[in-house]
């Protein structure tokens, strides 16, 4: 798709332009940008950020105020580092409930009234799982975020501008912690598992064997073709906290700070790739919600997925985009397997957690 528009630009400019596809991007263009080499453009997700800055890989960009008013605010958060924006997003992604009307016909309000209603749905066996949540023995980071910002834990502290700060480590804050007891507890009563994970999840929720699914857009192609009656709804909250709030996602363009026509790729990214109709165009290949607002809801009247996944994002803060984020995924993410295998206490796995990664970002 993006060819089409890459190729009228091209004529417009009398240059040509040649859409390449790379099985690791993000991999490929950083080995390409320590020789200077690679493409002038590249599209990848914000949380890339941190670590093309810190290499010198990408250039900001300077997009007018009002462009940057065009977009959702958080998606110009999700491209902004060092109060500088370094990305023309495109689309935005986020988890939510998805469940199986079938067996839930009603969003649960709250994670109690989920767990009750599944865990009765499983004793009647009508149901094998009362819900499903991506963990596996190694845990999910990404998956286990939610359950700590519902009482405003997380992974980083922010700084008075709204980044996020790597001297501000909260993993192990009385707030994720408070998260981490509903995993355990959840665990306890087997609403969670490590033996579910990204190879059986979708056969498990497409098979009927669960009322509830915490899931996002790529998920929803196969539960279609499943046959699965199924309906996206936010988050539940927590009793105690909050909401639980997933963390957003964002596609966005960079330019290379090693191209050579700079002014060209500059021009193709904020004046293309900005606009209505190639945001448009770009849902239909993705199905996540365009970041341009304007696109946004024009997709949005015709389409009540991506207004319920949309919905479900309302009020999530992107996911950390700097550097220090690399050393959070992992021990997060057996600090939460550990807890929901009752392994180890929420304390000493957070504890152990909070230490790695201090460690790690001092290492780099």
Partial sequence: MLQRFADA??????????????????????????????????????????EFVQNNAVSPLSLSGDLV??????????ATLNEQIYGVPYAVENIALVRNTALAPE????????????LALVKSGKATNALLVPVGKGGDSYFAYPFLSAFGGGFFGQKANGEYDPGKVIVNSDTSIKGAEV????????????????????????????????TGPWAIETAKKAGIKYAISPLPSIEG???????????????????????LAEEFVINQMASTEVQEALFVVGNRPPALKEAYEKVAAGNADVKAWFEAGVGAKPIPNIS???????????????????????RAAFDAAQKQVVEGIKKG
């Avoid at 969003?107 to 599944?118: D, I, K, Q, R």
Wanted: aromatic letters at 8%; glycine letters at 12%; charged letters at 20%.
């Fill in 9 to 50: 630009f091209a004529k417009e400019n009398g240059v040509k332009v040649a859409v390449q596809v790379s099985t690791d991007v993000r991999r490929d263009f950083g080995a390409a940008a320590q020789t200077g080499s690679g493409p002038d453009v590249i599209v990848g997700a914000h949380d890339w950020l941190g």
């Fill in 69 to 78: 008013a065009g977009f959702l605010p958080s998606a110009i958060a999700a």
């Fill in 107 to 118: 969003a649960p309000e709250t994670l109690a009234e989920l767990v009750e209603s599944g």
């Fill in 183 to 214: 995993l355990a507890e959840i665990g306890k009563k087997k609403v969670l598992s490590t033996n579910v994970d990204g190879t059986n999840i979708d056969a498990l929720f497409n098979a009927g064997k669960a009322p509830y699914y915490f």
């Fill in 241 to 263: 906290g909050g909401r639980m709030l997933p963390f957003l996602g964002v596609q966005m363009f960079y330019v290379s700070a090693n191209t050579k026509n700079k002014t």
């Fill in 324 to 346: 220090a984020v690399r050393a959070v995924w992992g021990p997060v993410a057996q600090a939460e397997a550990d807890v929901i295998a009752g392994k180890s206490s929420p």
